[in-house]
């Protein structure tokens, strides 16, 4: 099987993933994987071009598993892709809103429209997968069933929206990494590029500072840092960083510098143009 413009998600179809490869690559077919371990292998084995990995939620912060999995994965970040998280209350077709009696949802989403299940006095229940929630309420085919889900969702099962923008909170958006088997060369340098890496230090006092020192002076914008310990040991910490800029071209370039002083390790996960809706675009 050829991976030739396909591009794998952790989720069923439907799912906000789903939704952001859609966006992304219009015309791409698009690959459910169960785990995000599963979504890398599907580009390792060539089953697909591209991966769309979620790293990070507005309202729920960093997404489990991603900033472990990325130093392994042996995949190069080629883009990133913010998409709007828009919750829809779904039900069979006929269902309306006074028919509702449980909500079923991912419980990350759940959190997110406790508004609506006050105001209809729905019984909460937690599912894996906004989009198997639905699929799941599809399958009953009971109206006292509905589910919190994607627009998309709602199309490929069939259900009709009984309610948009459920959510509590405006603005509700997930950033993606777009990632590829890793390439021979980096882009170009240029303008309105983001750089994702990693670095280790010792656990020693000030040791972060040090290491960081160089994106203060130069005046680089530190957009993410995540902190994990490796291989169980209390001596070294490993970060995972995004930062404005490409790695050969100031001041970036002067930052990395400074930080080689001051880190055991350092590796470059991914240079990828910055996506317009950090300019509001």
């Known amino acids: ?32 994987c169960q785990t ?132 509590d909170a405006a603005h509700n958006t997930t950033r993606f990494y777009i990632a590829s088997r890793r390439p021979d060369t980096l882009p170009q340098p240029g303008p309105d590029f983001m750089t994702t890496l990693l670095f280790r230090v010792n656990n020693q006092p000030g040791a972060l500072y040090k290491a960081l020192g160089g994106l203060a002076t130069t005046g680089v914008n530190l957009t993410r840092l995540e902190s994990y310990m490796l291989e169980g040991s209390f001596s070294a910490t490993q970060f995972l960083m995004d930062v404005e800029g490409h790695p050969e071209a100031p001041p970036l370039a002067e930052a990395l510098r400074e930080l080689s002083f001051f880190s055991e390790r350092q590796e470059i996960l991914g240079v990828y143009p910055a996506s317009p809706f950090r300019r509001g675009a």
């Not at 998600?9 to 219009?26: E, I, M, N, V, W």
């Not at 979504?39 to 912060?61: F, K, P, R």
């Open 1 to 32: 099987m050829s991976g030739e413009h396909i591009i794998a998600f952790q989720g069923r179809p439907g799912a906000y993933s789903d939704l952001a490869c859609r966006t992304a690559r219009p015309g791409w077919a698009t690959l459910p």
């Open 36 to 167: 995000f371990a599963q979504t890398i292998a599907a580009v390792h084995d060539g089953q697909a071009e591209l991966a769309m990995l979620a790293c990070e939620n507005s309202l729920a912060g960093r997404v489990p598993d991603i900033h472990a999995l990325l130093p392994q994965a042996d995949l190069f970040i080629v883009g990133e892709h913010f998409q709007r998280v828009e919750h829809c209350l779904l039900g069979i077709p006929g269902t309306e809103l006074g028919d509702a009696r449980r909500l079923h949802t991912h419980p990350v989403a759940m959190a997110q429209v406790r508004g609506v299940i006050g105001e209809l006095g729905l019984e909460p229940v937690v599912e894996f997968d906004t989009a198997g929630a639905a699929e799941m309420v599809r399958a009953w085919g009971r109206k006292e069933d509905v589910a919190v889900a994607s627009e998309l969702a709602a199309e490929l099962n069939g259900l009709e929206i009984l309610r948009r923008n459920v959510e």
